[in-house]
Structure formats: C-alpha cells, structure tokens
C-alpha cells in the first residue's frame, strides 16, 4: 500500500524550464517530508526536506510548496540544467515511527540542452 | 567524512541459494536503515536499528530475510532461501538530525539478481 502517491512517472524540460514534481500522502502522522534525488548507480541523497508548520522552503533553485490540508506537496526547479537530469522521490516520514522513510514511486526527469 | 559503506556492490546468485549483504554506517550514526528498492520504484524499508536495537521490522519478510546489527555499528542482511522477487538493489542508510533536518545518509546499495 503506497503511503505517498507521485506524479508525473516521468518529465522532459528544456534548460531554463521549471520542473514541478507533486506528491501526495494520507497519514496525518507524518511531519517530515523530504525530497530526494538519485542518479544511476548510486544511493538517493537529500535535496531539501520541509516540516508541515510552514508553507514553502527554497533552497537555491529547489523550492518545496507544502499545503497541509490538502495533503500535497510539490518541487520545483528552477531553472533547471541538464545537470540535474536524475530521479527524484518525495517522501514522508514520522518521528513516532523513527523517521523511516516512505518513499514515493519517483519522477525520472531529463533536461536536454 | 566517509559515507555510507556497502559491500558487495553486485550479487547474481541462483534462487534457493542464500546470500549477505554488509553495510558500515557513518561513524556515530546511532540510527541504521535497510531498504529495498525494485527497479523503478521507491526504497522499501525492510528494517530500522538504534544502536543495536530493532525498531521497527514489520515490512521484513522474516520467513527468508534476517538482519543484524552487532555492536551498534556494521550491519548484515542475509537473504535465504532467495526467491526471483528478491532481484533488487539494497539500500543501507545511517542518520544524524540536526535541528529539524533528520537527513538520512545512503549508501551505494547492493545491485541482486537472482536467477
């Protein structure tokens, strides 16, 4: 049973774009939500990570929007590089169940030049 | 600061064959996790440590999967019988929370095929 629903599976962008990536989560308990990013070969690595008492977090060109009631919440890259074509997962996590996370399926994104 | 360690980076066994996975975490990380990740999906947790403690192993198939943690620090997942579903790439990851960033440290994982 999937905790975090993501979309799209998978997005092409063109250098300069703005990628948005939206997850979506049921459990109420949750209060860290991290996004990660993997490229081939190698284990995920934080990105950015938001908790649900604010609305919006920007860290350089990644911005996470946060909206509590609806239970969604969404990254964007900003003007997105070819460098950053890799595998983003959002996930959910509670610190009552020690932060394990549940991840999304993921969004394969590719920025072509 | 070294990363997460995991050995070996690749497995092809046969099924019905058992086999074990090793991870090092970074050096004072009390929490370990292990995952599992299917070819184009998201990780799995298949076990939480603290220290040498289990907390949480609810999603370990335990008929076939085992994990320990020996000391607090180095872990080992061994997989016996394996079956064709266990083919994935297991993931090893330690955390450190600072303020209100729990960041989980993953490392390269463990590529499976069993055949």
């Known amino acids: 049973q999937q905790q975090v629903k993501q979309s799209p599976q998978s997005l092409i962008v063109q250098k300069g774009g703005i990628p948005i990536i939206n997850c979506a989560y049921e459990?109420?308990?949750?209060?860290?939500f991290p996004w990660y990013q993997q490229f081939p070969g190698k284990g995920p690595a934080l990105l950015i990570a938001?908790?649900?008492?604010?609305s919006e977090k920007k860290e350089g060109r990644f911005t996470i929007s946060f909206n509590k009631s609806a239970k969604q919440f969404s990254l964007h890259i900003m003007d997105s590089q070819p460098g950053d074509s890799a595998t983003y997962f959002c996930?959910?996590?509670?610190?009552?169940?020690?932060?394990?996370?549940?991840f999304g399926k993921g969004t394969s994104l590719l920025v072509t030049p | 600061e070294a990363g997460v360690a995991q050995s070996p980076r690749y497995k092809i066994i046969e099924k019905r064959q058992s086999v074990a996975f090793w991870c090092n975490p970074i050096?004072?990380?009390?929490?370990l996790y292990w995952y599992q990740q299917i070819l184009g999906q998201g990780p799995k947790l298949l076990i939480q440590?603290?220290?040498?403690?289990?907390?949480?192993d609810s999603q370990l198939p335990k008929d076939r999967f085992s994990a320990e943690r020996l000391k607090g620090v180095d872990s080992t997942l061994k997989i016996q019988p394996a079956k064709l579903e266990d083919s994935a790439v297991y993931l090893c990851?330690?955390?450190?929370?600072?303020?209100?960033?729990?960041?989980?440290?993953f490392g390269p994982g463990t590529r499976l095929t069993v055949l």
């Open positions: 050096s004072g990380h009390a929490t």
């Open positions: 938001i908790r649900p008492d604010v």
């Open positions: 990851a330690s955390t450190r929370t600072r303020g209100s960033v729990n960041e989980q440290f």
């Open positions: 459990n109420t308990a949750f209060d860290y």
């Open positions: 440590f603290q220290n040498n403690g289990v907390v949480d």
């Open positions: 996930a959910a996590s509670s610190g009552n169940s020690g932060y394990a996370l549940n």
